[in-house]
């Protein structure tokens, strides 16, 4: 989808600038009949809406997105929306 892939070209950016930062992407696959699939983090973690930005910190989740509403949608979507997001996201920033 066009959110996917500006979430991956906007996290691939900003990967270089924080080396002690995980930046994992988690696929949800079709299932069948338009149904999205979850993966078992996905599922554990009630993510109902995709894309999703989850924060970690001290292994807990600290802050979480659903969709890209946070970020002005997809054409909102930048570096420095979501280096924003993450410094409010429970010292989430190196």
């Known amino acids: 989808s066009d959110e996917s892939a500006r979430i991956d070209e906007v996290l691939d950016g900003l990967a270089p600038g924080f080396p002690r930062t995980r930046f994992i ?6 299932l069948g009949g338009g ?6 983090m996905l599922t554990a973690l009630g993510a109902s809406t995709l894309p999703a930005l989850v924060c970690f910190r001290r292994r807990r989740i600290s802050r979480w997105t659903a969709g890209l509403d ?3 949608g997809v054409e909102g979507f930048d ?13 989430a920033l190196p």
């Open 70 to 72: 946070d970020f002005g």
């Open 35 to 40: 149904s999205l699939h979850s993966s078992p």
């Open 79 to 91: 570096e420095d929306r979501v280096v924003r997001w993450l410094a409010t996201a429970g010292d």
């Open 25 to 30: 992407r988690v696929r949800a696959g079709p």
